[in-house]
């Protein structure tokens, strides 16, 4: 079982930067793919970016290619999502989640969710 909290949001211009976290409890972290993955008001879950439980593989949407950085710390049971060059339609909650095998962004194939945290870009 793996437990996860997200921290870092909060309320941006649009062109700034933030970084959040994602903090997992569990001695089993470092075996998982994690992602991170966002729900705007009236939208469906989307995905955002996923990491290889080494770290070595990385796998970006088109929305986040070139602005986003995933990253993990597996000896701190982190995930980082480094978001640059923000835009108003970044605006969502932001999810991290865990998936005990497998790759890649299909939601249903995630198996642990965080309750989120909030990210506010304004123009």
């Known amino acids: 079982q793996v437990q996860l909290v997200e921290s870092g949001g909060g309320l941006v211009q649009a062109g700034g930067s933030l970084r959040l976290s994602c903090a997992a409890s569990?001695?089993?972290?470092?075996?998982?793919?994690m992602g991170w993955f966002r729900q705007a008001p009236g939208k469906e879950r989307e995905f955002v970016a996923c990491?290889?439980?080494?770290?070595?593989?990385?796998y970006y949407a088109n929305s986040a290619k070139g602005r986003f950085t995933i990253s993990r710390d597996n000896a701190k049971n982190t995930l980082y999502l480094q978001m640059n060059s923000l835009k108003p339609e970044d605006t969502a909650v932001y999810y991290c989640?865990?998936?005990?095998?497998?790759?890649?962004?299909?939601?249903?194939?995630?198996?642990?969710w965080g309750q989120g945290t909030q990210v506010t870009v304004s123009s």
């Open positions: 989640a865990a998936r005990q095998s497998g790759w890649g962004g299909r939601i249903k194939e995630y198996d642990y």
């Open positions: 569990g001695r089993t972290f470092s075996s998982y793919t």
């Open positions: 990491i290889l439980w080494s770290g070595g593989n990385t």
